[in-house]
């Protein structure tokens, strides 16, 4: 099947839809759960500065960023359907370009995470392949509606957190930083099913298994906001039990006002999805800050 009859049209890609197509918008989860790291590490950053500074720009434009072209040059089939006007099916990537600014965003990604030592390159190293695993034929994780969104929750909130802290600390993180970042990595697979709703009709055509195409709208919704409330549930016991209320308070009352948002959103899930994914992953984020601090104060 053709994705669209100008697809070979143009020679170059153009630029607005190049940037377009490594979507800014997505970078900023990677980057705050990266800093989340830096901050839950306990180690001054003064002196590493660049440490910090070169680890969000890995994290978000660069892995993340290439990420997003490797998915959309894999994904150019189905967004042909769903959304037509992106950039590969748009025919503004013209022909491979799609796939070679993926795979010069990996090399890159790597060259990268080697200037943040042994940590940061094995990190990258994870990141880059959990990338291509989701995408790419033949194991393409995203035709499942649980391995998919896991693998992507791991991806954008664990693996940068855990970067973060051990870059810093030049070491393994503690016990404790890797639970809180494990928790919220697998909340975030609640997240990640929320932003399949857009491309239901499209992944329906092409057998990508979404949990909105196997179980609806309302399950899924339903089902998402389980698998993030109750990671945040297990993070607040974990602060009460390391002796910081205060932080524990915090996490609570952003969760207490995600159930407020995750009430509206069953009103109509399908279509109130995006603007949960604008309000609830704002506060959800907030308590991932709030527990950075908290575990910071436990080193």
Known sequence: MDVSPTLHVRRFPEPAAALRLIKPITWFPPMWAYLCGVISSGVAPAGQWYLVLLGVLLAGPIVCGMSQAANDWCDRHVDAINEPDRPIPSGRIPGRWGLWIALAMSALSLFVGWQLGIYGFAATLVGVAAAWTYS????????????????VGLSYETLPWVTGAAVLAAGAPRPEILLIALLYGIGAHGIMTLND?????????????????TLGPRRAAQV??????????????ALTFWDRPAHAAGVALVLVLQFWAMKIMFRDPRAKAPWYNGTGVLLYVSGMMIAAFALRGLA
Not at 138 to 150: D, E, F, T
Not at 198 to 213: C, F, W
């Open 197 to 213: 709703f857009k491309a239901l009709e499209g992944d329906r055509q092409t057998g990508v298994n979404s949990l909105p195409v």
């Open 136 to 151: 790419a034929k033949p194991i393409r994780l995203k035709r499942s509606g649980w391995w998919g969104p896991g693998l």
């Open 224 to 237: 998402a906001c389980i698998v993030m409330a109750v990671p945040q549930a297990v993070v607040i016991a």
